[in-house]
């Protein structure tokens, strides 16, 4: 069957953009399709001009690939504990998003996937950065890799979700619990994909506190060294979001980060996340 759906890459590293569907219809399953294959292929896929995609219709969307997470810390949009309204105000001054992270990793299942869906967009700015985690280690020397296949890592909302952290704080205008004995789950830092068998670097500078059996401190030197590798140039894609705009990346491969760069200007997203599984 011949493609219903125009897919145009956005950058090398990874990224597409899909037009010729509405999201807010019941997809056929030749389109479901298409769109997890694209999914797999390019790590974030992006849809325009979704100006009909309602809280339902996104979560009837988001549930094609899996069950829903609710937040453990962030109070849920009402009526729909599965979605979250990030909001940022004119007035607020912090940057919401946490910096490079990975949706989810402190849980024990990981988050699968996220549904960005952009409500209300600046005029300028507030741009998605991604980052490929699996170019990012195809990357590495041989050896790096061998010695990051037997380690794991201590993952953990505690940091960032802590009275102090940078999303307790930039959360401050969204009903939220603290995380100050959130529990510590530990995965493998280098992943196979479920899906495509692929490896990749499964860290993040949000929720990754230290490689198992090792300290804070003797971690650091390493886990800076793959954090900045891991966000180099070469392995991200940008997106401008426009109003209705959706952006779907796959958390079990790559990192994302909303820039705060539009002072005095309202944003308003709205979030559904896909519950994963157990990284191995």
């Known amino acids: ?9 956005v950058a090398g ?9 509405d999201l807010s219809e019941d997809l056929s399953n030749a389109q479901f399709d298409e769109i997890h294959r694209a999914f797999l292929d390019h790590h974030v896929i992006f849809f325009r001009d979704q100006n009909s995609l309602t809280p339902d219709a996104q979560k009837r969307f988001a549930r094609r690939f899996g069950t829903l997470n609710v937040h453990p810390y962030v109070q849920g949009m009402e009526g729909h504990p599965e979605l979250l309204e990030i909001i940022k105000e004119p007035e607020d001054k912090l940057n919401f998003g946490g910096g490079w992270h990975s949706d989810m990793s402190f849980l024990e299942e990981p988050a699968l996937g996220s549904i960005l869906y952009g409500v209300e967009i600046p005029a300028f700015g507030g741009d998605t950065l991604f980052a490929n985690q699996i170019a990012a280690y195809e990357a590495l020397s041989d050896g790096m890799k061998e010695m990051l296949g037997g380690l794991n890592a201590i993952h953990s909302a505690s940091r960032e979700y802590s009275a102090r952290g940078q999303s307790a704080q930039a959360r401050q205008s969204m009903q939220s619990e603290t995380a100050t004995d959130a529990p510590e789950y530990e995965h493998p830092v280098v992943r196979t994909h479920p899906e495509s068998g692929r490896k990749g670097l499964y860290i993040t500078p949000a929720f990754t506190l230290r490689f198992s059996g090792m300290t804070k401190r003797e971690s650091r030197p390493l886990l800076n060294f793959l954090f900045e590798h891991s ?8 997106f401008r979001w426009s109003q209705g705009a959706v952006a779907f990346w796959d958390n079990r491969c790559c990192w994302h980060y909303a820039l705060n760069d539009y002072p005095g200007q309202r944003r308003h997203m709205r979030r559904a996340t896909v519950n994963g599984d157990r990284p191995h």
């Open 1 to 9: 069957m011949a493609s219903t759906l125009d897919i145009t890459p």
């Open 13 to 21: 590293a990874l990224g597409a953009e899909i037009s010729g569907v």
């Open 231 to 238: 966000r180099d140039e070469r392995f991200t894609c940008r």
